[in-house]
Nanobody, 118 residues
Framework: VQLVESGGGLVQAGGSLRLSCAVS????????MAWYRQAPGKFRDLVAS???????NYADSVKGRFTISRDSAGNTVYLQMDSLKADDTAVYYC?????????????WGQGTQVTVSS
């Protein structure tokens, strides 16, 4: 599985950005897609996730502001980010989780920088 993020950039507080994650490889084996973020000096935290069945989950800090979605083919996963705050500034990573039998595999993109100016 290969993941390539795009869509990051600089935006003013209150603005919006949409991140994209292009997925290739064994996409039919993926159990969950997710977005994580990591700010300087902090741990990488889960922002939003979507299972292969379409169930979604969000961090409390982004509920009501961020939306995870995917295209019908499952080739691209999006993160729509609205009402952005300075605290949303981080490198955002796309993640794919794949389970095969007893084993779980995690795949990561290279990350895309999101900077929100206050």
């Amino acid at each position: 599985v290969q993941l390539v993020e795009s869509g990051g950039g600089l935006v003013q507080a209150g603005g919006s950005l949409r991140l994209s994650c292009a997925v290739s490889g064994s996409i039919f084996s993926i159990n969950r897609m997710a977005w994580y973020r990591q700010a300087p000096g902090k741990f990488r935290d889960l922002v939003a996730s979507m299972t292969s069945g379409g169930s979604t989950n969000y961090a409390d800090s982004v509920k009501g502001r961020f939306t995870i979605s995917r295209d019908s083919a499952g080739n691209t996963v999006y993160l729509q980010m609205d009402s952005l705050k300075a605290d949303d500034t981080a490198v955002y990573y796309c993640n794919a989780k794949l389970k095969e039998g007893l084993y779980t595999y995690d795949f990561w993109g290279q990350g895309t920088q999101v900077t929100v100016s206050s």
